[in-house]
């Protein structure tokens, strides 16, 4: 790649939700002019990012909030450089023309929030707080809570971020079962987990926590019949990618007793629309997909996307996804 020429560069921050990506990394420090706009709405529709993003040189896009397709791409004549946070987005066209740079990532808060639906559905924490500010001392219409220690945790995909959540579940004294499709028993009984087939993850689970990534295997992989096999008493909890998990079958599930709760940090369309069912269903904790949400992995998210800024116009990107095929404008 040829080093680019100096000149005013246009970056674009897109869904930038809680206004805060301003503060997280030095714009200012890469060397080079740059004119930075943040953009704290999600714009859905084509039409709309076709004329937010007509005049950028420079897209970063927060993980996969907001698709760019290769017909979008396309129209994006001064389009050099995406950059996404983290080092892989399904909502991005690799191949449609701009380089794609990625970011380093933390695991941990995935892990942290994962706990924190996991313990507040099993303590009926949003229950009983909504109960204390009614006026009600313990209220008889929350359910008794459930103990983690000596409960079943099974994680469906023992991977980077499940394998931290079974360490998580042991320190907590749960038996922690694990299954996917390339689980192999060395790996599980490194991870001190034992590895079950697929059906007796579910058979077993009190609670059942998703950790794989999204993809044709991987789709709607926790259906009805996965869903029926569980105990009553089950939570399900998945900080991972909504489509893993049949939505019309959760909600069943909810609605019927089938599960006792589910803790979901992602959706099936997001931002979660007014009137999504989910909103209504039963016994769930709902949170705005948080999941990578904290003031450290921002920190290191939006640090990482003003490296690979500042490494493409010096002409040494780094962390490069796709190598792109459009030339540096002047």
Known sequence: MQHRPQG????????????????????????????????PTHIADDAGLLD?????????????????????????HRLELIVTTGMQNASIDMDAGPMVCGTPSLTSPTAELTWALITGLMRNVPAEAASLRAGTWQSPGAGLGEGLEGSTLAILGLGRLGSRV????????????????????????AHG??????????????????????????????????????????RLINTSRAGI??????????????????????????????GH??????NTLLTPHLGYVTRQNYEV???????????????????????????AHG
Do not use: C
């Not at 005013?8 to 706009?37: I, K």
């Not at 996969?64 to 979008?72: D, F, W």
């Not at 034992?194 to 009190?206: H, M, N, P, Y």
């Not at 800024?309 to 490069?320: D, K, M």
């Open 8 to 39: 005013l560069t246009r970056v674009t921050v897109l869904d930038d939700y809680q206004s805060v990506a301003h503060s997280m990394a030095g714009w200012r420090d890469t060397g080079h002019e740059l004119e930075v706009a943040f953009v």
């Open 52 to 76: 937010l993003l007509k005049d950028t040189d420079i897209v970063v896009a927060m993980r996969e909030r907001t698709p760019l397709r290769a017909g979008l791409i396309a129209r994006l």
């Open 166 to 189: 079974a360490a998580i579940g042991r320190a907590f004294g749960m038996q922690v079962i694990a299954w996917s499709q390339n689980l192999t028993e060395e790996t599980a009984r």
């Open 193 to 234: 987990v034992e590895r079950v087939s697929k059906a007796e993850l579910f058979r077993r689970a009190d609670v059942l926590s998703i950790h794989l990534r999204l993809s044709g295997r991987t789709e709607s992989l926790v259906g009805e019949p996965e869903l029926r096999s569980m105990k009553p008493t089950a």
């Open 245 to 274: 998990v049949d939505q019309a079958a959760l909600l069943q599930a909810l609605h019927r007793g089938g599960i006792a709760g589910a803790g979901l940090d992602v959706f099936d369309t997001e931002p979660l629309p007014a």
């Open 277 to 282: 069912p989910l909103l209504s269903a039963p």
């Open 301 to 327: 998210f939006y640090g990482g996307a003003v490296e690979a800024i500042t490494g493409y116009l010096n002409g040494a990107p780094v962390r490069v996804l796709a190598s792109g095929t459009r030339a």
